[in-house]
């Protein structure tokens, strides 16, 4: 197999024994048209059989890359770690749902060659739920605040890169991942490509809990803002709780009225106690991350990689 390829496709793969051998069959046909590649399958640590389709693939087709993790840690994880295996000029990834049209992949690899570092497969139109759709933009609001981009906070996990791009990118040794946020970090030379975006065949894998673990990471990973908010949120509560005091002393000095209302009193302490302990969450979320990178845990951890007939634990 050649070492100096053209292309490398990455695809973190997680219960996807349905979709493989669809997604091997689209990309096969585009993949050929644009000269050596590779096609890298990283298994998530999938709970179905979809590594004994991986291996099936890279036994039939020496231009299969199978890539196992230990176990599962998250789709961006995956994804870095098959960018890390990857050799060639070009990098794309996309989602195993072919949801992400594999025919695009040559328009996208033009754009980048007019002098781009990054190129995104923007859909024109998302084909999800109401939910989703509405936590898409929420999390493209957050990435507008956050990141430096020309897009406007404007991603997707459908995306080519250059090989220097990658090369940068996969040097992070956080546990906690969000590729875009490093791509943004790595360079602002970064373009856009609507596409068609076709409804997932199988359905997709993210749930609630992933959706608001990408959101949470956006926002403590590359940003302090949420504790410079919160420093200000406790200036405002300062000042009104002063404002208070001064209208209970002037109301006792000049009109002889005592303060009532315990209800309101009660509520109050509740407002402001609830706001303390969900700043104090806020604080923990970043100390606590601290200390996991401290402790230099990996981001993933590959157990072995089979590449034709060779097989690396």
Not at 11 to 28: D, H, K, T
Not at 155 to 167: A, E
Not at 302 to 309: A, L, S
Request: charged fraction near 20%.
């Amino acid at each position: 197999m050649t070492e100096n390829l053209r292309l490398s496709v990455v695809v973190p793969v997680y219960n996807g024994e349905r979709m493989l051998r669809s997604l091997y069959q689209a990309l096969m046909p585009v993949c050929e048209g644009m000269g050596s590649f590779e096609l890298i399958l990283v298994d998530d640590c999938s709970s179905d059989t979809s590594r004994r389709v991986i291996q099936e693939l890279v036994d039939r087709d020496p231009r299969v890359v199978g890539v196992m993790l230990s176990r599962n840690f998250g789709q961006h994880n995956a994804t870095l770690a098959g960018m890390k295996e990857s050799r060639g000029e070009w990098v794309v990834t996309l989602d195993q749902d072919l949801q992400n049209p594999p025919e695009e992949i040559p328009r996208l690899v033009e754009m980048l060659e007019t002098g781009y570092d990054v190129v995104y497969g923007l859909p024109k139109q998302r084909a999800h739920n109401r939910f989703r759709n509405l936590s898409s933009e929420f999390s493209k609001w957050i990435s507008r605040q956050i990141l430096s981009t020309g897009l406007k906070g404007n991603f997707s996990s459908y995306r080519v890169m250059r090989r220097w791009v990658v090369q940068e990118v996969v040097h992070y040794r956080s546990r906690y991942l969000f590729l875009d946020g490093l791509i943004s970090w790595t360079t602002a030379n970064v373009g856009g490509l609507e596409v068609l975006n076709a409804p997932p065949i199988y359905g997709s894998q993210y749930n609630l809990f992933r959706l608001i673990q990408h959101g949470v990471n956006l926002l403590v990973n590359f940003s302090i803002r949420p504790l410079q908010f919160a420093t200000f949120a406790g200036f405002c509560f300062a000042f009104m709780g002063l404002l208070g005091a001064f209208w209970i002393i002037a109301a006792r000095l000049i009109y002889g009225t005592a303060a009532q209302g315990w209800t309101s009193l009660i509520v109050t302490v509740l407002v402001m106690g609830g706001t303390q302990l969900m700043f104090l969450g806020l604080i923990g979320e970043y100390v606590g991350r601290i200390l996991m990178n401290t402790n230099q845990s990996p981001p993933y951890i590959v157990r072995e990689i089979h590449r034709g007939d060779r097989h690396d634990a």
